[in-house]
């Protein structure tokens, strides 16, 4: 008999598999070895209080014979002579893409104009450590997309995109750790993620799908309103080569700024539309936890014994618009993520075991049309532009180098340049900015009033022990792709399917994945 049961426990008692067993057999009343096997399904913290709770919900064998281990091993026949189907991007969305694109039995051509997962390293090292931007090959761009290397949360708030336990499964298949299907905030982590994500490539090519690096689409062959293919740069040969099909999954992600500029010169319609911007926040891990956790700075050894590292998510409106924490990242660190020269950009991730001693988030803005009318010339592409300057401005007062502009959390609120900056975890280094002044003041006023409340809502949250870095500017797209609900195509062009967060219809990994098997399914012509 299975038994689905809930249970409240204490962090130490949850640590415990032991304790769970005989707790939940003095619940259901039978002796502990009647209880033939224990399965956790979800687990969640509950630190409203200082009497802090791990829930667990539980499948119960009793007297049962012990349930097969889930195989999580996908079985795909080869496509390597079937339909061939062509995605821009091997981020999320067009990794699942691919491998939805196989099992529904069409072969993918996997076009990506950055480097191979471990390949990428390289470049980042470059732009840690030395300032130097790679326009293909980043953090943003490359197997993976922006999220391998950016933290690894595989979290949605939106069970309705599709089917998320699928994306996960398809996760662990590749050798992600099967917590993330029990997790109420699953997270691989950046360290693991691309040894997966090479395990997913090896995937898509033994089944006859095609991969190929380095390569940088420059056009796309149009005729009679319907895509036939694409044209690309081979950026280690500087050669041009076209690829041929009649269906293009457009998956680049929200940072290809030439793929909006090219589409935009060619007459096909784009749409601006709401995103955010603002800066990263950056404290001591400790103080967050002990913010969340309800006890002294000393204790938080001790809590954290049976507790990782804490997380808060926190909003506010301001002035009529949404004043929001993005991406928060315990034991993280503040990457610089800018995609060309010129430009500074923040964003956040954590390894695995989230054991760095610095807790990121993204402090974001939401920003409207309104904000950016002095770039309205530029149609709908005037969110972009808006969205350069402010990186512009950022790296013009880091120095003009991969630095940032920073200030004290607490100098910021109250209009004072910070004369000495803590250490942070933002490898470039940080550089002392009136970021109150230089941010514009649609963005500035609504942070300023945000952090007030928030230093409300968690006492110890406005400090000088925390730093401001700017900016956060890659929260989203500012523009959309659009495409009818239906079909999934693009309305004036046949065959081309705009997905992922590039095309702004997902905002994170889980959603991308879930937002390219829907393309796939389309053109297969499978609606879920």
């Given at each position: 008999?299975?038994?689905?049961?809930?249970?409240?426990?204490s962090?130490?008692?949850?640590?415990?598999?032991?304790?769970?067993?005989?707790?939940?057999?003095?619940?259901?009343?039978?002796?502990?070895?009647?209880?033939?096997?224990?399965?956790?399904?979800?687990r969640?913290?509950?630190?409203?209080?200082?009497?802090?709770?791990?829930?667990?919900?539980?499948?119960?064998y009793?007297?049962?014979?012990?349930?097969?281990?889930?195989?999580?091993?996908?079985?795909?026949?080869?496509?390597?002579?079937?339909?061939?189907?062509?995605?821009?991007?091997?981020g999320?969305?067009?990794?699942?893409?691919?491998?939805?694109?196989?099992?529904?039995?069409?072969?993918?051509?996997?076009?990506?104009?950055?480097?191979?997962?471990?390949?990428?390293?390289?470049?980042?090292?470059?732009?840690?450590?030395?300032?130097?931007?790679?326009?293909?090959?980043?953090?943003?761009?490359?197997?993976?997309?922006?999220?391998?290397?950016?933290?690894?949360?595989?979290?949605?708030?939106?069970?309705?995109?599709?089917?998320?336990?699928?994306?996960?499964?398809?996760?662990?298949?590749h050798?992600?750790?099967?917590?993330?299907?029990?997790?109420?905030?699953?997270?691989?982590?950046?360290?693991?993620?691309?040894?997966?994500?090479?395990?997913?490539?090896?995937?898509?090519?033994?089944?006859?799908?095609?991969?190929?690096?380095?390569?940088?689409?420059?056009?796309?062959?149009?005729?009679?309103?319907?895509?036939?293919?694409?044209?690309?740069?081979?950026?280690?040969?500087?050669?041009?080569?076209?690829?041929?099909?009649?269906?293009?999954?457009?998956?680049?992600?929200?940072?290809?700024?030439?793929?909006?500029?090219?589409?935009?010169?060619k007459?096909?319609?784009?749409?601006?539309?709401?995103?955010?911007?603002?800066?990263?926040?950056?404290?001591?891990?400790?103080?967050?936890?002990?913010?969340?956790?309800?006890?002294?700075?000393?204790?938080?050894?001790?809590?954290?014994?049976?507790?990782?590292?804490?997380?808060?998510?926190?909003?506010?409106?301001?002035?009529?618009?949404?004043?929001?924490?993005?991406?928060?990242?315990?034991?993280?660190?503040?990457?610089?993520?800018?995609?060309?020269?010129?430009?500074?950009?923040?964003?956040?991730?954590?390894?695995?075991?989230?054991?760095?001693?610095?807790?990121?988030?993204?402090?974001?803005?939401?920003?409207?049309p309104?904000?950016?009318?002095?770039?309205?010339?530029?149609?709908?592409?005037?969110?972009?532009?808006?969205?350069?300057?402010?990186?512009?401005?950022?790296?013009?007062?880091?120095?003009?180098?991969?630095?940032?502009?920073?200030?004290?959390?607490?100098?910021?609120?109250?209009?004072?340049?910070?004369?000495?900056?803590?250490?942070?975890?933002?490898?470039?280094?940080?550089?002392?900015?009136?970021?109150?002044?230089?941010?514009?003041s649609?963005?500035?006023?609504?942070?300023?009033?945000?952090?007030i409340?928030?230093?409300?809502?968690?006492?110890?949250?406005?400090?000088?022990?925390?730093?401001?870095?700017?900016?956060?500017s890659?929260?989203?797209s500012?523009?959309?792709?659009?495409?009818?609900?239906?079909?999934?195509?693009?309305?004036?062009?046949?065959?081309?399917?705009?997905?992922?967060e590039?095309?702004?219809?997902?905002?994170?990994?889980v959603?991308?994945?879930?937002?390219?098997?829907?393309?796939?399914?389309?053109?297969?012509?499978?609606?879920?």
């Open positions: 008999m299975k038994n689905e049961l809930n249970i409240v426990l962090p130490e008692e949850a640590a415990n598999e032991e304790f769970i067993k005989s707790f939940v057999a003095k619940k259901l009343q039978i002796p502990t070895h009647n209880i033939s096997f224990l399965k956790i399904i979800k969640s913290i509950d630190a409203r209080s200082r009497n802090i709770k791990i829930n667990l919900k539980l499948d119960v009793v007297n049962e014979a012990v349930p097969a281990i889930p195989n999580f091993k996908l079985n795909y026949k080869n496509v390597s002579k079937k339909t061939p189907v062509i995605i821009i991007g091997a999320p969305a067009g990794l699942f893409a691919a491998l939805q694109l196989i099992e529904n039995g069409y072969k993918p051509i996997l076009i990506e104009r950055g480097k191979k997962v471990q390949d990428r390293r390289r470049d980042l090292a470059l732009i840690n450590k030395g300032g130097i931007v790679n326009p293909h090959s980043n953090y943003c761009f490359g197997e993976g997309g922006a999220g391998t290397y950016s933290d690894g949360k595989l979290y949605t708030r939106s069970t309705k995109r599709g089917d998320v336990t699928k994306v996960l499964e398809i996760f662990v298949a050798g992600a750790d099967e917590n993330i299907l029990v997790e109420a905030h699953p997270h691989i982590g950046t360290n693991k993620l691309p040894k997966i994500i090479e395990s997913v490539r090896q995937t898509i090519l033994d089944n006859g799908g095609e991969v190929h690096f380095n390569t940088h689409v420059i056009d796309l062959i149009i005729k009679n309103n319907s895509i036939k293919g694409v044209i690309c740069k081979q950026l280690d040969t500087d050669n041009s080569v076209e690829f041929i099909a009649d269906s293009v999954i457009l998956a680049t992600g929200h940072s290809a700024r030439d793929i909006f500029e090219l589409l935009h010169s007459n096909i319609l784009l749409e601006g539309k709401t995103f955010a911007m603002g800066v990263r926040v950056e404290h001591p891990q400790a103080l967050i936890d002990s913010l969340q956790y309800h006890c002294s700075l000393n204790e938080v050894e001790k809590k954290r014994e049976f507790l990782p590292a804490s997380s808060y998510s926190l909003v506010h409106q301001a002035m009529g618009r949404g004043v929001y924490s993005f991406c928060m990242c315990p034991g993280g660190i503040i990457a610089p993520c800018a995609t060309a020269p010129g430009e500074v950009v923040t964003n956040g991730w954590s390894p695995s075991k989230r054991n760095n001693p610095f807790a990121n988030s993204g402090i974001v803005v939401t920003i409207e309104e904000d950016y009318q002095k770039y309205a010339s530029h149609g709908p592409l005037a969110g972009l532009r808006y969205q350069q300057a402010l990186e512009k401005m950022a790296w013009n007062a880091g120095g003009q180098v991969q630095m940032a502009p920073a200030q004290r959390l607490q100098d910021f609120v109250n209009n004072k340049t910070s004369s000495v900056l803590p250490e942070v975890s933002y490898q470039p280094g940080i550089r002392s900015a009136p970021l109150h002044e230089l941010l514009p649609e963005i500035g006023k609504r942070l300023q009033l945000g952090f409340e928030f230093g409300k809502k968690m006492h110890g949250f406005l400090s000088n022990d925390a730093v401001i870095v700017g900016v956060e890659r929260t989203s500012p523009i959309r792709v659009p495409r009818d609900k239906e079909t999934l195509e693009h309305p004036q062009i046949k065959g081309l399917y705009p997905c992922g590039g095309a702004g219809y997902a905002g994170g990994i959603s991308a994945a879930i937002d390219g098997q829907k393309c796939a399914n389309a053109i297969s012509n499978v609606f879920i």
